[in-house]
Nanobody
Framework: QVQLTESGGGLVQAGGSLRLSCAASVRTFDTYAMGWFRQAPGQEREFVAGITGGGGSTYYADSVKGRFTIDRHNFKKTVWLQMDSLRPGDTAVYYC????????????????????WGQGTQVTVSS
């Protein structure tokens, strides 16, 4: 079983930055590809960024490419999402998710490929 706890959300002005953290309680953290998703009111949950279990590969949604950076530290069992140049359109609840440990080197972009989820953290960007 994997438990994920996000932190770092908040209110920020457009153009500002936030760094989200996701701490995992699992023995073999490096066997889980990790993803960040977000969900705005009335919209479906959408993929933001993903990273493989070893951290060697990352993938970003086009809407955040060049502005957001995903990183992980397997000894600390933590994955981060650095968000820069934030826009009002980035306002959403952000969730971290862990994939199936059989596919540590695959970054899935759909939510149903991630069996483990955190509770979410609110990010609000004001104009």
């Amino acid at each position: 079983q994997v438990q994920l706890t996000e932190s770092g959300g908040g209110l920020v002005q457009a153009g500002g930055s936030l760094r989200l953290s996701c701490a995992a309680s699992v023995r073999t953290f490096d066997t889980y590809a990790m993803g960040w998703f977000r969900q705005a009111p009335g919209q479906e949950r959408e993929f933001v960024a993903g990273i493989t279990g070893g951290g060697g590969s990352t993938y970003y949604a086009d809407s955040v490419k060049g502005r957001f950076t995903i990183d992980r530290h397997n000894f600390k069992k933590t994955v981060w999402l650095q968000m820069d140049s934030l826009r009002p359109g980035d306002t959403a609840v952000y969730y971290c998710a862990a994939g199936n440990p059989q596919f540590a080197n695959v970054i899935y972009k759909v939510a149903d490929r991630y069996p483990y989820w955190g509770q979410g953290t609110q990010v609000t960007v004001s104009s």
